[in-house]
């Protein structure tokens, strides 16, 4: 079993090792983002991952799909990384929506 843990939320879920990154955190109710069922196609499901040493290596669609950038910096595609048997730490980034609404939100409130 490996025991993965989500933030900024720090969620903390126990699942089988070579399961999906995407599909623990749909078992732990912590939402990434994801529109192409899987498929490594829309590019939407980036997490970081604390230590990629908990994980399986890189798939051939992350390797095709992720910049060196990407890589070096351990964001992985949660729906093709796969948990490996240890203590698992994602980081699932905030949304860059997320972020502007935030902030229209306080510019308003500012004026108020
Ligand atoms: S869910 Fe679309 S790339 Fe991962």
């Keep these: 079993m490996a025991e993965v843990t989500f933030l900024p939320r720090n969620k903390m879920i126990k699942v089988k ?9 749909k078992r732990a109710r912590v939402v990434i983002p994801a529109r192409c069922g ?38 992985r595609l949660a729906c093709q990384a796969k948990v490996f048997n240890k203590k698992v730490v994602v980081k699932i980034p905030e949304s860059p929506l997320n972020k502007v609404i935030q902030a229209q939100l306080q ?5 108020i």
């Design 17 to 25: 090792a070579g399961t999906s990154l995407l599909e623990t955190s």
């Design 38 to 75: 899987g498929n490594a196609s829309c590019l939407m499901c980036k997490v970081i991952v604390e230590d990629p040493t908990t994980i399986l290596p890189l798939t051939q669609n992350e390797k095709e799909k992720l910049s060196e950038d990407q890589v070096s910096g351990n964001i």
């Design 107 to 111: 510019n308003k409130n500012k004026m």
